[in-house]
Structure formats: C-alpha cells, structure tokens
C-alpha cells in the first residue's frame, strides 16, 4: 500500500510561490466549515504545515490554531509513522469544524494517522500527489508522483554553472 516510487524529478517552490499557494487554499476553505460556513480552528501538521497554515488562518481570520506532530520520514526515508505530539483535544472533539493543514500528501500514512485522531475534520493541503489525494478534501496543486517537493524552508541561493560551461 505505501510503496512510493523514486522521486525522478524536483519540484522547487519558492517563498513567494508558497505563499500564493497556501493562499489559494484558503481562499477555496473559506465558508466552506460546517453549519455556518465558519472553522472552529485550525491544526498544522508539524512541521511541513505550519507556515501554510499561518497563511490560512490569517486569510481567514482563525484564531484558534494547534498543532499535531506526526513523524514518518528521516529526509526521502520513510518509516513508521507516529504521533509525537497530539493537539488540545478539548477543543478538537471529533474533528467537528477543524480545518487540518499540511504542506502536502504524498503517500498518505501521516494524513492516516492524523484522520484515526481527528475523523471528521476537513483535511487540505497545499499540494498533492496521487496516490493519496482521495485522502484529502481540499488541495491546490497536483504533483506526480515520481516528483520530490523541494519547500523553500529546506532550500537555498547558490551559483549555478551558465548553460555553456566551460
Ligand atoms: O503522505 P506522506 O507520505 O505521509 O508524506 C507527507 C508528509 O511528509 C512530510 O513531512 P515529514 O514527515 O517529512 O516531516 P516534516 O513536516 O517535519 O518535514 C510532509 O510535510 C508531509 O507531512
Ligand atoms: N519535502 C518533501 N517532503 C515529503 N514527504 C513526502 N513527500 C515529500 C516531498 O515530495 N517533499
Ligand atoms: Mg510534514
């Protein structure tokens, strides 16, 4: 079921681009909560969520914001995933309301183990591959599987040789 193939291609997001994204799903959330259209609170998945979910919970005027830490790669290795830190359940019930933000799903089993915690939150992130988009209600774009997601956070400037090298 988790078999990702190798990631052929790179992906390389900007802060900028981020920030556009992470905006257009806000802007697709907006009103879409239960009964009044409005959220009761947002959840960043740590630590991929977290910047993509300022940018909702800004967009959307929610004040209310926790996290849930769930590990399951040690850079492109995937291992078990697990929960290392829940969120104030108090306030989470059964997900009723809440709007679960990630950067993106690519296999599926953080967002699995995060939906046996939360079952009826609205899960979205920013981008998504295809063997698991079915487990995500609202996404911005679609990346291909065989791609690796380069987020800004995990990047830097540097020089790059001109196309006729030496
Ligand atoms: O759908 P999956 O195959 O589970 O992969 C998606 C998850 O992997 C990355 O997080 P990671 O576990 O690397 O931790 P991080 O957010 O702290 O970087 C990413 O931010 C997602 O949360
Ligand atoms: N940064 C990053 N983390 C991931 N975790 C699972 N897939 C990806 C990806 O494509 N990029
Ligand atoms: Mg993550």
């Not at 979205?124 to 591959?129: E, I, P, Q, S």
């Amino acid at each position: 079921m988790y078999e990702p193939l190798p990631h052929e291609k790179g992906f390389h997001v900007s802060w900028d681009q981020l920030h556009r994204d992470a905006r257009a799903l806000a802007w697709r959330l907006d009103g879409k909560g239960p009964d009044d259209g409005a959220w009761r609170a947002v959840v960043a998945i740590t630590r991929g969520g977290m910047a993509p979910a300022m940018i909702v919970a800004r967009e959307l005027d929610i004040r209310t914001v926790d996290t849930i830490s769930v590990k399951s790669y040690d850079h492109q290795t995937q291992g078990a995933a697990q929960i290392l830190k829940s969120p104030d359940m108090d306030i989470i019930g059964d997900g009723t309301g809440i709007l679960v933000i990630d950067d993106l799903v690519d296999t599926g089993r953080t967002l699995d183990v995060v939906r046996a915690h939360m079952p009826k939150a609205h899960i979205a992130t920013v981008y998504a591959k295809p063997m698991a988009k079915e487990r995500v209600q609202t996404f911005v774009t679609e990346v291909s599987q065989d791609t690796w997601i380069f987020f800004p956070w995990d990047l830097a400037l540097q020089y790059v040789q001109p196309y006729r090298g030496k």
